[in-house]
């Protein structure tokens, strides 16, 4: 591989606590150097990252590559083209494939197919249950053994309380967090958004909150029967982050997260029967974004994470009531997190790429999420002043669906480095 040195950026690493201008030197896919003046040698490309942020390469613990079976929608290769336009080092991805990820050998093949053909590193993360119908546990062991960092039936919510109990014996005893997408399907049965005012208005019907504060609650007390690492994905309702932060001052080994989306929009922000705004969980109140954004503040939340969920125009431009749930969003988080959380003053900028870099590492155990000499060279650079709009017809992704087309953001990605190789950066 060839040199690469950054020069002249403000490098912020939350592991080591540093934040400074410095250089880093880079050579076969390694950081050998962080330091002042830095000079180049030989053949080595230098780029000038004057005014810019340096940070440790981010991580998505929480994507959809569709592949195998619906590559139709995304897959592994334009998934992780559009993860490294949005400044993501690394992803994982949810099992709800085609065959559904639930043996070690679909984990093998969505490994095999990432080293190929994905610009980013990706880490599958496997299903609880066999085909994720929520009844027989999948084989855990030997997707373990073949290199999943996680357990989730993400998109299916694991209702049977036993199942899930097992699934957490099992998983601490390999080692394993698991992951639950925390719905209530008796209490969401037939809804298509937020149950409030604003579904009334609109005629559609209603997915209550406490449809994912039930599950929240059931699986808080299961984590502490078992000790098992529970993490909630996607969390929205005010409740449920009450509850998370509850059990993190019980000393429970309880994690959450939170979607760009969750703490930016609410319901009465979706524009009428637009498709683009249907996502699980939906849209919430007014009053359980205020909740989530204290979560981010107060530690109940620990990551921030996409859901990106791509679909093809021709599921998701439909009624509303038919259309698929689920919105992209690889390449609008960092900005949108720029936009709601660090230029409103709620976190700092330090505490945002913590919640990109070593909180999700230390849900997962990935060995990423840090900048150190002899580390490998994963490193997001963007600027907290760019001023840019999202195009959509410009996405890397293979799907359109983002409720964000046309949006403004001040602070945005400039470019990605994975394993010492710049995979995407800023057109000038």
């Not at 958004?193 to 209550?208: A, Q, T, V, W, Y």
Request: proline share 5%.
């Amino acid at each position: 591989m060839s040199s690469l040195l950054i020069k002249n950026g403000r490098v912020m690493d939350p592991a080591s606590k540093l934040d400074t201008i410095t250089d880093i030197a880079i050579s076969d896919g390694k950081i050998v150097a962080i330091d002042k003046g830095i000079e180049s040698f030989g053949d080595t490309e230098v780029f000038d990252a004057s005014g810019r942020i340096v940070a440790p390469g981010f991580i998505d613990m929480h994507v959809h590559l569709r592949e195998p079976g619906f590559e139709h929608s995304e897959t592994i290769e334009t998934g992780g083209r559009a993860a490294a336009a949005g400044g993501f080092t690394s992803v994982c991805c949810m099992p709800n494939t085609n065959p559904v990820n639930d043996s070690a050998v679909v984990t093998t093949y969505i490994i095999e197919r990432a080293r190929r053909a994905s610009p980013v590193h990706v880490f599958p993360i496997g299903a609880i249950t066999k085909g994720s119908a929520g009844e027989e546990l999948a084989s855990i062991g030997a997707m373990k053994q073949a290199g999943i960092v996680a357990i989730s039936d993400d998109g299916r919510p694991v209702m049977n309380a036993r199942v899930m109990r097992r699934a957490m014996e099992s998983a601490r005893a390999f080692g394993l967090p698991v992951i639950n997408h925390c719905e209530d399907l008796n209490l969401s049965a037939g809804g298509d958004m937020h149950e409030g005012f604003e579904s009334i208005k609109l005629g559609l019907r209603g997915i209550p909150a406490c449809s994912e504060d039930v599950m929240v609650a059931r699986d808080i007390l299961l984590a502490e029967v078992t000790g098992a690492r529970y993490h909630v994905a996607h969390i929205s309702a005010r409740h449920s982050v009450e509850m998370v932060k509850f059990a993190k001052m019980r000393g429970l080994p309880v994690t959450s997260e939170v979607c760009p989306h969750h703490f930016t929009l609410c319901d009465s922000d979706i524009a009428p029967y637009d498709s683009n705004f249907k996502m699980k969980p939906p849209l919430r109140s007014c009053f359980d974004v205020a909740a989530v954004t204290e979560g981010l503040v107060n530690g109940a939340i620990d990551v921030i994470a996409t859901d990106h969920a791509p679909h093809p125009g021709s599921e998701k431009m439909q009624e509303f009531e038919r259309c698929p749930f689920g919105i992209t969003g690889l390449e609008t988080a960092i900005g949108l997190s720029l936009e709601q959380l660090v230029h409103t003053g709620r976190i700092s900028l330090m505490r945002m790429i913590e919640m990109y870099t070593i909180e999700p590492n230390r849900v997962l155990n990935l060995g990423k999420g840090r900048l150190e000499v002899g580390g490998a060279a994963d490193i997001t650079i963007f600027d907290t002043g760019r001023e840019w709009a999202f195009d959509l017809n410009k996405s890397q992704s293979k799907s359109r669906n983002s409720p964000f087309d046309g949006r403004v953001f001040k602070g945005g990605q400039i470019a990605t480095i994975v394993t010492g190789r710049i995979v995407w950066r800023l057109e000038s």
